[in-house]
């Protein structure tokens, strides 16, 4: 049973934006989804606020430090999916450099061109 300060038994970008993207899942009905999904974008915010302080906390150009790891191209994806969000990862002050970081590096910029994604890429 999730306690209380985790109702949702997840303390992961990951699952709890599945919240945020199919709050029907969770809702009996319109006005409940739509209250499932303001309470995901507040609690990814604060993963949001996690992930930047994180990226204060180190001051190295990378998730982890000075060298660049799988945690970058999977925490980029997880900021990517709040670019509708009313405060998305990019206007954080340590995330935003980061992600501009991220969207220069080439392999970025084909995976994006081969799925014909446009902008707003974050």
Known sequence: MPNSS?????????????HYYYPERWAADAAGATVVKALAETKVGRMLDQIDAE????GGPWFLGERFSVVDPYAFVLCRWTRGFARP????????????????RPAVQRAFASEGLTAPFV
């Open 6 to 18: 985790n109702a949702w038994g997840t303390n992961t970008v990951q699952a709890t934006i599945n």
């Open 55 to 58: 990226l204060a906390r180190h």
């Open 89 to 104: 990862a990019r206007e954080l002050p340590h995330v935003k450099p980061w992600l501009d970081r991220m969207l220069a």
